[in-house]
């Protein structure tokens, strides 16, 4: 193979692997179910990427053990938050190892740590871009901030709108 062959193939790859991750995040956002959950920023602003809000999920982020029924969970484990709407807000009902299979929504997460009494679950929708100029000077705090995800039937999630204030934002 020529160097341009190889330059071509590796460019093509890449642009496989983008269109992969939208299609993957397009199928989701048009094939699941909206759910509303409430958010705590924990950072606003790096120097380095910009303006982003990283946040972790009030109900759902860091869970008692208590929820995951007895079953051994480890650092790395993936486990199927099972959610439940409580009033405008969708909160953890039960965790589990393997995907429900009666059609409740569920989230996948990894386990990134396991206390004496809490465990804390990622999700991969963790941080939200911010428009250039947007996010600068405002700040979360003392302010109820909510995120609207679309979940699919596989517990795949997708971070769709930022609400303060009950009011889209940015």
Known sequence: MTKQTKFILAIALQMVIV???V?????????GTDVLLRIEPVDPRDMLRGDYATFQYSNISNLDSYIFGGQQIGNGDTVYVVLRQSRKYWMAQNVQKTKPLNGEIALK???VSVGDSR????YGIEE?????????GFSFFNKEAAARVVVDENGNAVLKQIYVDDKPWP
């Not at 299609?23 to 094939?31: A, E, P, R, T």
């Not at 465990?119 to 990622?122: P, S």
């Not at 939200?128 to 600068?136: A, L, N, R, S, V």
């Open 19 to 21: 269109f992969a991750i």
């Open 119 to 122: 465990i804390r679950v990622v």
């Open 128 to 136: 939200y871009f911010i428009p250039e100029g947007k996010g600068q």
């Open 23 to 31: 299609i993957f995040k397009v199928s989701v956002l048009s094939g």
């Open 109 to 111: 997460g990894k386990v």
